[in-house]
Nanobody, 124 residues
Framework: QVQLVESGGGLVQAGGSLRLSCAASGRTFSSYAMGWFRQAPGKEREFVAAISRSGGSTRYADSVKGRFTISRDNAKNMVYLQMNSLKPEDTGVYYC?????????????????WGQGTQVTVAS
């Protein structure tokens, strides 16, 4: 079992940056691939970024490539999402998720554990 707690969300102007953090409980954090998803008001949850359990492989949604960077620190049981050049369409609740496989995957159905989310609002 893994418990995930996100932090770092907030209100930022377009073009600004935020760094989201996800703290994971448990001793087996390094055995999970990790992902970030987001959900905007009135829209379905969508994939943002994923990282393999070793940290050696990452994947991004086309909409965030070149602007967002996912990373992890297995010694600290942490995963991060650095978000630069933010746009109003990046607004939403951002969720951290842990998957049982090794690979960075994009489908939410492959993630078993989810955090409560942190709100990101980008003002134009």
């Amino acid at each position: 079992q893994v418990q995930l707690v996100e932090s770092g969300g907030g209100l930022v102007q377009a073009g600004g940056s935020l760094r989201l953090s996800c703290a994971a409980s448990g001793r087996t954090f390094s055995s999970y691939a990790m992902g970030w998803f987001r959900q905007a008001p009135g829209k379905e949850r969508e994939f943002v970024a994923a990282i393999s359990r070793s940290g050696g492989s990452t994947r991004y949604a086309d909409s965030v490539k070149g602007r967002f960077t996912i990373s992890r620190d297995n010694a600290k049981n942490m995963v991060y999402l650095q978000m630069n050049s933010l746009k109003p369409e990046d607004t939403g609740v951002y969720y951290c998720a842990a998957g049982n496989g090794a690979a960075a995957v994009t489908s939410g159905s492959l993630y078993s554990y989810w955090g409560q989310g942190t709100q990101v609002t980008v003002a134009s």
